[in-house]
């Protein structure tokens, strides 16, 4: 069975950084489409960052230069490293990936960020 699994999170000052990590295991054919969403309390999950098929990059406005994605192809590993967080970067963060032809989820990470 694939599945992602991530770690990283916690609680941090405002300021402060975090770096995020997903790893892909199990029988892996195929991988595309990695990426991190947030859910914010209150509101729907949304986009963080992510690589395309083609290998570019994604980010929301919010997070543009502050957050930057990047891979580990050898170890079918993502990471977000998060800078000069915010109080509303505060979020359960999901790592996603199209996993042998199919979407699949990660558990979620809890990230704090006091102010």
């Known amino acids: 069975q694939v599945q992602l699994v991530e770690s990283g999170g916690g609680l941090v000052q405002a300021g402060g950084s975090l770096r995020l990590s997903c790893a892909a295991s199990?029988?892996?054919?195929?991988?595309?489409?990695m990426g991190w969403y947030r859910r914010i309390p209150g509101k729907q999950r949304e986009l963080v960052a992510s690589?395309?098929?083609?290998?570019?990059?994604n980010y929301a406005d919010s997070v543009k230069g502050r957050f930057t994605i990047s891979r580990d192809n050898a170890n079918n590993t993502v990471y977000l490293q998060m800078n000069s967080l915010k109080p509303e970067d505060t979020a359960v963060y999901y790592c996603?990936?199209?996993?042998?032809?199919?979407?699949?989820w990660g558990q979620g990470t809890q990230v704090t960020v006091s102010s």
């Open positions: 690589f395309t098929s083609g290998g570019s990059t």
């Open positions: 199990g029988t892996i054919f195929s991988i595309n489409a």
């Open positions: 996603k990936a199209r996993l042998n032809w199919r979407d699949t």
